[in-house]
């Protein structure tokens, strides 16, 4: 096994354990709860779960994804945000340039895992992750892309466009536009990403979204003033630009005349 591989594979490991920790912060931030007690327990029968079985993808695999005490089914989003986090990070991994980097972006990743289920859930962004979060960015743009100005521009271009957006939207219809939670996000977005991966992001999330939109109203379930949260769209964006940037870019300069 070559040293690339190990690292890959070691935090590919790390990410499914951090992921197990991901949920809890899913379950209990937007709730206002402690995410480091109670210990985790199962929610129908409050049984506490053993460090062991802490890690739903392992308890599907022992325990044919049920609790060890009132074998209830555990649900399929805890092992889904274990897989993400552990693919994410075993991603990220073959990419970063410097350990630096490497620990700051797995933040950021695993931050915007932690957001797009807590916006899908409640339609809220937590602010004590977005904001640290632009710091963490800013700080890591010392040791590599974007490097710091970019880095700057990034989170001002970011923050500010979906800021005017919401603000003409409102002033045109009346209706409230992108939410306080969804500027920070996109400066979190930026700080990391630079102008031009933040803008790339933003394109993507409001094209998915848009799609999401239309499936509602064709299925019944909304109209065309249902909010949707856009958060969900724009984190897994960030992490598209942040992994396949480059790639992304090329595909597309190759379908411009």
Known sequence: MTEHTLLSTAAFLLGLVFGSFLNVVIARLPRGQSIVSPPSSCPRCKARIRPWDNIPVLSFLLLRGRCRSCRKPISWRY???????????????????????????????????????IDFDTRTIPDVVTIPGVGVGLAASLFGPPGLSSALMGAAAGGLSLWLVGAVYERATGVPGMGGGDVKLAAMMGAFLGAGGVFGAIFLASFAGSLFGVLLIARGKGDKRSAIPFGTFLAPSAVALLLYGDALFRWYRSLLP
């Open 79 to 117: 092992p889904a945000v274990e897989l993400t986090a552990g693919i994410l990070l075993g991603q990220l991994a073959q990419r970063a340039e410097h350990p630096a980097v490497l620990v700051a972006q797995a933040v950021f990743v695993l931050a915007l895992v932690a957001v797009a289920w």
